[in-house]
């Protein structure tokens, strides 16, 4: 069952907040709501223990998939290229003070089943830059404007490893960032690091938009005792654990195998999308009227 995060996130479909030309603050507090159900503000070995102190919606889209839905279930093939990314900003000129970002792609793994080298880095890219807001409010980021460390590697999640739990992640890059040695030039493999401690030890800012989803390569599940931590009462950490430390912010790889199809669009989705598509007709058919009548 979806939470009510996930189910607000998608009926407020990324077309109905560009034509705002901003996010709402509900829209806002939903978005920090769903990241934090998903136990990705808990320390590791839950999730990255970074609170998310949302200022915009990231939107990510995947060139077979299309716009990715927060929290949702997808396939290794539907994430497999390099997406596009936006964001929406509630303000846009709060968002555009900072003129740097680092965004990255992290495997939080499944809950109960936590990987014992610590999160995986699929993407990495410092001095990231947006272009200015449209009419429709929507900033795309500056395709090459950063330095590329790690290119996007998919996520391939080992057979019967769980449900692995991927974050786009886009922190405010400050004046004081500075790259650790091994994660600082372009053409780094994917690895094992811990993102709590990359962020501690490059000096960045406040995680400012996220977006996530999930893949499984076919069928586990683990127990767990994870406890949600609220984003707006958690702080960041040096270390998630107290025992992580910036050796651990680069590995081998062993998990970029092809995923298995996921079975997680049924009813319910059909349902919703229903919804929305009549949301969206509703609106054009008013615009239409309107339009008219001038």
């Known amino acids: 069952m979806?939470?009510?995060?996930?189910?607000?996130?998608?009926?407020?479909?990324?077309?109905?907040?560009?034509?705002?030309?901003h996010a709402t603050t509900d829209q806002i507090s939903s978005a920090v709501?769903?990241?934090?159900?998903?136990?990705?503000?808990?320390?590791?070995?839950?999730g990255f223990g970074i609170p998310l102190k949302s200022q915009a919606i990231l939107n990510v889209t995947y060139p077979s998939t299309g716009l990715i839905t927060p929290g949702k279930a997808y396939s290794a093939?539907?994430?497999?290229?390099?997406?596009?990314?936006?964001?929406?900003?509630?303000?846009?000129?709060?968002?555009?003070?900072?003129?740097?970002?680092?965004?990255?792609?992290?495997?939080?793994?499944?809950?109960?089943?936590?990987?014992?080298?610590?999160?995986?880095?699929?993407?990495?890219?410092?001095?990231?830059?947006?272009?200015?807001?449209g009419t429709d409010?929507?900033?795309?980021?500056?395709?090459?404007?950063?330095?590329?460390?790690?290119?996007?590697?998919?996520p391939g999640p080992l057979l019967n490893t769980g449900e692995h739990r991927y974050a786009w992640l886009l922190f405010a890059q400050p004046a004081k960032f500075a790259a650790p040695a091994n994660l600082s030039a372009a053409g780094t493999a994917p690895g094992?690091?811990?993102?709590?401690?990359?962020v501690a030890a490059s000096g960045l800012?406040?995680?400012?938009?996220?977006?996530?989803?999930?893949?499984?390569?076919?069928h586990a599940t683990f127990p767990h005792n994870a406890t949600i931590v609220h984003s707006n009462s958690s702080s960041n950490s040096t270390a998630a654990n107290g025992t992580q430390s910036t050796s651990a912010l680069s590995g081998s790889s062993n998990s970029t195998k092809t995923g298995a199809q996921s079975d997680a669009d049924g009813p319910l989705w059909s349902d919703l999308a229903a919804v929305?598509?009549?949301?969206?007709?509703?609106l054009g058919v008013a615009v239409s009227g309107y339009i008219l009548v001038q």
């Open 33 to 46: 709501n769903a990241y934090d159900s998903l136990y990705l503000s808990a320390p590791y070995p839950d």
């Open 205 to 218: 800012g406040d995680l400012v938009a996220a977006n996530f989803f999930t893949v499984e390569n076919g």
């Open 77 to 133: 093939d539907d994430v497999k290229t390099l997406p596009t990314i936006t964001v929406i900003p509630s303000d846009t000129a709060a968002f555009k003070a900072t003129t740097a970002f680092t965004l990255m792609l992290a495997d939080a793994n499944a809950l109960g089943n936590p990987d014992k080298e610590g999160n995986y880095r699929h993407f990495l890219e410092n001095g990231a830059t947006f272009g200015d807001a």
């Open 2 to 21: 979806l939470s009510s995060s996930l189910l607000f996130l998608l009926v407020s479909s990324p077309l109905l907040i560009l034509g705002q030309g």
């Open 137 to 154: 409010g929507g900033m795309a980021m500056n395709v090459g404007s950063g330095t590329v460390v790690t290119s996007y590697a998919g």
């Open 192 to 198: 094992h690091w811990f993102v709590n401690a990359y």
């Open 276 to 282: 929305v598509k009549s949301v969206v007709m509703g």
